[in-house]
């Protein structure tokens, strides 16, 4: 399943690629409104995890020499 099927169409701040940077107000995502449009689009944390973790993983495709922690950190850990 793509990302973009899980895209719930309440959430206006989504990443650009292969920038990541938002669409909509093109700071890094997820940038402040997504942390909080993200979350009230989804109340349940297991599907908010694994949609947060399906940009991670994506992310971490897509910049093989990153480092886990760090985008761990931006994608995931803010939501818990
Ligand atoms: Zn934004």
């Not at 920038?19 to 997504?34: D, H, R, S």
């Not at 109340?43 to 995890?49: H, R, S, V």
Request: net charge negative; hydrophobic share 45%.
């Amino acid at each position: 399943m793509d990302v973009v099927d899980r895209q719930p169409n309440l959430i206006r701040h989504l990443p650009n690629r292969p920038g990541w940077n938002c669409i909509a107000c093109t700071e890094p995502w997820p940038c402040e409104v997504a942390r909080v449009e993200v979350p009230l689009a989804m109340p349940d944390p297991i599907q908010l995890a694994m949609f947060l973790w399906g940009y991670l993983e994506e992310f971490l495709l897509e910049h093989q020499t990153g480092a886990f922690g760090e985008a761990h950190e931006r994608f995931l850990a803010w939501s818990r």
